[in-house]
């Protein structure tokens, strides 16, 4: 009697009574829900352990180096507006959990260098904006979260909505939407690490 093998996946809810649709786990869940492709990797860090495994130490400008560490620490200001938050906090939970990529919620412009205007901006709230802004150090950066933030969405015509954040603060990335997934702002965000690598600081 032969035994045979299949390859499946590792699934969570597979042994619980009236547990949500099984879902893979782990790597599988990430190719399949984030698109994750464990077969991809960054050709930064692919030449950096070729350099390592030749010469067994790596030789880089400083500014390679600081803009490598900014990347890994973008501390952001939670400048949440209207229903783009959601999809903003959803973002910094398990189930995307952001961290993973060295970015931390900072309750202080002092203490961050990136801003995810995340929602509506009005008239009265733009002076507001652009305070919060100017508090925060050199370099800093500036995401814009979904149609209202872009462009003023759905509210483009109102007598009080600023038609983009950018007429108020300079934006590095803009991230489509009504509102967007918490996928497609984690994806804005590798997008602006990949920007800090290739460009550098921009003095504003």
């Known amino acids: 009697m032969g035994v045979t093998t299949t390859n499946t996946l590792p699934l969570?809810?597979?042994?619980?009574?009236?547990?949500?649709p099984l879902v893979p786990a782990g790597s599988a869940a990430r190719s399949m829900v984030e698109g994750?492709?464990?077969?991809?990797?960054?050709?930064?860090?692919?030449?950096?352990?070729?350099?390592?495994?030749?010469?067994?130490?790596?030789?880089?400008?400083?500014?390679?180096?600081?803009?490598w560490a900014r990347t890994g620490s973008l501390m952001w200001m939670t400048f949440g507006l209207a229903c783009c938050a959601v999809e903003m906090i959803q973002m910094s939970m398990p189930r995307?959990?952001?961290?993973?990529?060295?970015?931390?919620p900072r309750a202080s412009p002092r203490q961050s260098d990136l801003m995810i205007v995340a929602g509506t901006l009005t008239n009265k709230m733009a002076p507001?904006?652009?305070?919060?802004?100017?508090?925060?150090?050199d370099p800093r950066y500036v995401v814009s979260m979904g149609s209202c933030a872009n462009g003023g969405g759905y509210y483009h015509y109102s007598y009080s909505v600023v038609r983009g954040?950018?007429?108020?603060v300079p934006v590095d990335v803009y991230v489509p939407g009504c509102p967007p997934t918490a996928e497609a702002l984690l994806?804005?965000?590798?997008?602006?690490?990949?920007?800090?690598?290739?460009?550098?600081t921009i003095d504003r």
């Open 96 to 104: 995307f959990d952001v961290e993973r990529f060295g970015m931390a």
């Open 36 to 67: 994750y492709d464990p077969k991809v990797h960054d050709k930064f860090f692919e030449a950096v352990n070729v350099e390592l495994a030749e010469r067994g130490f790596l030789v880089a400008g400083a500014e390679d180096v600081i803009n």
């Open 128 to 137: 507001a904006l652009r305070k919060v802004y100017d508090q925060m150090p």
């Open 12 to 20: 969570i809810g597979a042994g619980n009574q009236g547990a949500s």
């Open 187 to 200: 994806y804005g965000l590798l997008q602006l690490q990949k920007k800090i690598r290739r460009t550098g």
């Open 165 to 168: 954040c950018d007429r108020v």
